[in-house]
């Protein structure tokens, strides 16, 4: 171990020195003063200057002289040298922005307490008096408060688990002349000792609270097999995790996650009844439930929620508490990280100009590449090619011949007719695209569109970084 000195004894020393401060004496006129207090075992460049450099100044008088007397170990109070106490601690949250701490939870520590050594410290107070009646008054001030102890506190810190202590008077000398004084003119001094018992404590292990986040548990290891973790895709194997037959996920209150439209929500099996609002699901809960789980602190718009995505990767958005609704998480997504769009057809950023269902939205007369996401079918397939059937007049061609495409169908116009970009029927793999009207991204899973990262993520699917 590097050296360490925290200074115990001297700590001690100065309490005992406080405890002997703020005495006064009153002289025959009835002034009073206020009695001064030194350390009694000086270096001798300072009693030199007290002295002036001269061993003719005489040391004024009263006053009171504190010094420690003896150090001694006391095996009566040993206890196991190899027990170690943990605490589990939080800071509260400081801004520094206002340079105030909130009432909200910050950092967490893990303090390891190793036992400590027990000593019997005994102090010594010189009273130096110049007659009788100062020394009785100071006496009587000190004494009262002995009854047989008195406490001792040497910190303000409260995982520290020595700073209490007790002082106790063991004994006083009444004078250190002779009497009969005869012609002797040396100051009276009267002894009172204390002793008190301590401790010598070596320094404590300060850790960053590690909390488990997320555990991946092998249940079943004798065969073969994979680990469904994609809810999208019950054929998706997770990367990194190997070959698990099933897994087993704990996360800080094994929370689902749902997001949708830029908000995320904690969902949990609990249906609450009282809540009125209407744009949080019932069975939401406050984030604080797990934010105050976590290690590390929740910092606004810089504290991160990530989800996984079926390649292994994750999406990024940056997190901040709705202030006037805590189950609500606003996010701000990283757009490096969404996932990117398939080109299309003379749209090779993977775009479409709108979302339409073709039974209300009418093109008009449409521009070259216009490109839409439809809802519904445009001419029934029973009905469509039939001798005699004609569509509908705002999807004919140029040449007013009908056009046919299903639900789900990417559709473009090339300035003379509609022609079918995107397959619907015949896609299978996951495929993005994003709205440019809107700016929404949305994937295609083989059967149905969806915003590409919005809906309900389970405890695997996600985590927090602070």
Same mark, same amino acid.
């Given at each position: 171990m590097d050296h360490f000195y925290s200074g115990q004894v001297r700590r001690y020393l100065t309490q005992y020195m406080r405890l002997m401060s703020n005495f006064s004496w009153k002289d025959s006129s009835g002034k009073l003063s206020q009695i001064p207090v030194m350390y009694g075992d000086p270096s001798r460049q300072a009693s030199a200057l007290l002295k002036k450099n001269s061993e003719n100044v005489m040391p004024t008088a009263p006053f009171i002289a504190c010094y420690i007397k003896g150090l001694d170990y006391d095996q009566s109070r040993l206890q196991d040298p190899t027990f170690v106490s943990k605490v589990?601690?939080? %800071?509260?949250?400081f801004d520094e922005t206002t340079g105030q701490y909130l009432n909200t939870q910050g950092l967490g520590y893990t303090v390891e307490r190793i036992m400590p050594s027990p000593y019997k410290l005994t102090f010594v107070a010189d009273l130096w008096t110049t007659n009788t009646e100062q020394k009785l008054q100071i006496f009587e001030q000190i004494a009262y408060l002995f009854n047989p102890s008195l406490e001792l506190q040497t910190t303000d810190n409260f995982i520290d688990w020595t700073s209490l202590t007790v002082l106790q008077l063991e004994s006083t000398s009444w004078t250190s002349r002779q009497i009969p004084q005869g012609v002797d003119q040396?100051?009276?001094?009267?002894?009172?000792?204390?002793?008190?018992?301590?401790? =010598?404590?070596?320094?404590?292990?300060?850790? /960053?609270?590690?909390?488990?986040? /997320?555990?991946?548990?092998?249940v079943f290891a004798d065969q073969q097999g994979t680990i469904i973790t994609d809810y999208d895709d019950p054929n998706a194997v997770y990367p990194g995790l190997g070959n698990l037959v099933e897994s087993v996920v704990v996360t800080p209150g094994n929370f689902e996650l749902m997001v949708l439209d830029g908000v995320a929500g904690l969902l949990t099996n609990e249906i609450d009844t009282a809540s009125s609002d209407t744009?949080?699901?019932?069975?939401?809960?406050?984030?604080? /439930?797990?934010? #105050?789980?976590? @290690?590390? $602190?929740?910092? &606004?718009? =810089?504290? $991160? *929620?990530? *989800?996984?995505k079926p390649n292994g990767n994750e999406i990024v958005a940056y997190i901040s508490l709705d202030p006037y609704d805590e189950r609500r998480?606003?996010?701000?997504?990283?757009?490096?990280?969404?996932?990117?769009?398939?080109?299309?057809?003379?749209?090779?950023?993977?775009?479409? #100009?709108?979302?339409?269902?073709?039974?209300?939205?009418?093109?008009?007369? @449409?521009?070259?590449?216009?490109? +839409?996401?439809? *809802? %519904?079918?445009?001419?029934?397939?029973? %009905? !469509?090619?039939?001798?005699? !059937?004609?569509?509908?007049? &705002?999807?004919?061609?140029? #040449? $007013?011949?009908?056009?046919?495409?299903?639900?789900?169908? =990417?559709i473009q116009w090339d300035g003379v007719k509609w022609n079918v970009i995107f397959n619907s029927a015949d896609v299978v793999e996951v495929? +993005?695209?994003?709205?440019? !009207?809107?700016? =929404?991204?949305?994937?295609?899973?083989g059967h149905q569109w969806s915003k590409s990262f919005e809906g309900i993520y389970p405890a695997l699917g996600w985590r927090l970084v602070l």
């Open positions: 589990q601690i939080r %800071e509260r949250e040396n100051i009276d001094i009267m002894n009172m000792t204390f002793t008190t018992p301590i401790w =010598i404590t070596p320094p404590a292990k300060v850790m /960053k609270m590690g909390v488990i986040t /997320k555990i991946i548990a092998n744009t949080m699901p019932g069975n939401t809960v406050s984030w604080r /439930k797990l934010l #105050d789980l976590y @290690p590390g $602190q929740f910092r &606004a718009n =810089i504290s $991160q *929620l990530r *989800l996984s998480m606003l996010l701000t997504f990283d757009t490096d990280t969404i996932p990117a769009n398939n080109a299309l057809l003379n749209r090779p950023l993977g775009t479409v #100009d709108a979302i339409i269902n073709p039974e209300t939205f009418a093109p008009g007369t @449409p521009v070259t590449n216009v490109t +839409y996401l439809i *809802l %519904e079918n445009i001419n029934v397939v029973s %009905e !469509y090619g039939q001798p005699g !059937y004609s569509g509908p007049v &705002a999807w004919k061609n140029a #040449d $007013q011949s009908d056009f046919q495409a299903l639900a789900n169908d =990417i495929h +993005y695209i994003t709205n440019s !009207y809107t700016g =929404i991204q949305y994937k295609w899973d």
